[in-house]
């Protein structure tokens, strides 16, 4: 066992030929050598798509989701379809070599590959994750920033890929680092027509009149797998859920505000463009406890 696991794909598509016709579907490698050719297109142009999978006490968390957002990102970016069983072994595989610790993390990168080798490069790397517990219960400061699309773009430009979950986030760090500067810890993208979409890493779920509400995801913006979690623990709960159009003013009046994603898990939101916002104490806990001691 050790701190942190590198597995390679040697076939991460069987619609493309294996990196080593004679190789078992992934082998170990040393995390911290280089293995990426520097004219990998994931590299030289952010052109690939990953998935980040939470892990507690050794479990992956919501694997088939993100498996199956991975291969829905894939599709949009026209990469070759992900061998879902040798990925999901890569990852359980990956996971199992961790040390033992609280949470951890899977990442999943898929690459278009080297330019002009049509084969595309696949990775898992697995590692502890960071302390959480702060976010998750004294919260985060949030900004709304413009994200310069109107909601429909996924519809009317679909070559933008809003929806995907693509290797260019540089303009998701970009926005995180501009929250930073305006003394924040997290932003959340609005739409020129003023509709609240996403985090730049995480879902937006808002408690509106004794309902959790989160923004429709055909505007643009990833389908979340913490967020459809919490909708089931909401189900459990008899809590009413939705998908709507809400705007900044929907937010700002909500009774209580998350953002949810894998890694976090549901970080409640205590200030909104600098105004205190109320934290549901007992129910980002709860909500936290079922992400945490899911069983898949
Ligand atoms: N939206 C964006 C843009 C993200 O990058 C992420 C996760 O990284 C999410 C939403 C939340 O997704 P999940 O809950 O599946 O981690």
Do not use: C
């Not at 507690?56 to 968390?61: C, E, K, M």
């Not at 809590?239 to 976090?264: C, M, P, Q």
């Not at 939101?269 to 806990?285: C, M, Q, V």
Request: hydrophobic share 45%; no cysteine; aromatic share 6%.
């Amino acid at each position: 066992m050790t701190e942190t696991v590198l597995a390679i794909l040697n076939r991460p598509s069987l619609d493309a030929p294996a990196h080593d016709p004679a190789a078992d579907a992934f082998e170990f490698a040393g995390p911290v050598e280089a293995h990426i050719a520097v004219t990998d297109l994931g590299i030289t142009r952010g052109d690939g798509i990953f998935e980040t999978i939470t892990v507690t006490d050794g479990r992956p968390q919501a694997l088939e989701a993100h498996l199956a957002r991975f291969a829905r990102s894939a599709q949009m970016l026209d990469l070759p379809a992900p061998d879902i069983d040798a990925w999901r072994r890569a990852i359980e595989a990956a996971v199992a070599e961790l040390d033992p610790v609280e949470e951890a993390f899977a990442k999943t990168t898929l690459s278009r590959g080297v330019e002009g080798s049509g084969r595309p490069t696949g990775w898992v790397y697995a590692a502890p994750s960071g302390d959480s517990t702060e976010a998750r219960t004294a919260g985060i400061a949030v900004v709304t920033l413009d994200r310069g699309y109107r909601h429909d773009v996924a519809r009317t430009s679909p070559w933008l890929l809003q929806g995907a979950k693509t290797l260019s986030y540089a303009l998701n760090m970009a926005a995180v680092r501009e929250a930073e500067r305006r003394g924040a810890d997290d932003a959340i993208f609005v739409s020129t027509d003023g509709y609240v979409l996403e985090a730049p890493r995480a879902n937006v779920i808002a408690a509106i009149d004794g309902r959790l509400v989160t923004p429709r995801t055909d505007i643009g913006i990833l389908p979340g797998t913490t967020q459809a979690d919490i909708f089931r623990f909401a189900a459990e709960r008899g809590i009413d859920t939705a998908f709507e159009l809400l705007t900044v003013a929907d937010i700002r009046s909500a009774d209580a505000l998350w953002l949810a994603s894998s890694v976090r898990g549901a970080a409640p939101i205590r200030t909104l463009d600098g105004a205190p916002h109320a934290i549901d104490r007992d129910l980002s806990d709860a909500i936290n406890a079922f992400l945490h001691d899911r069983t898949e």
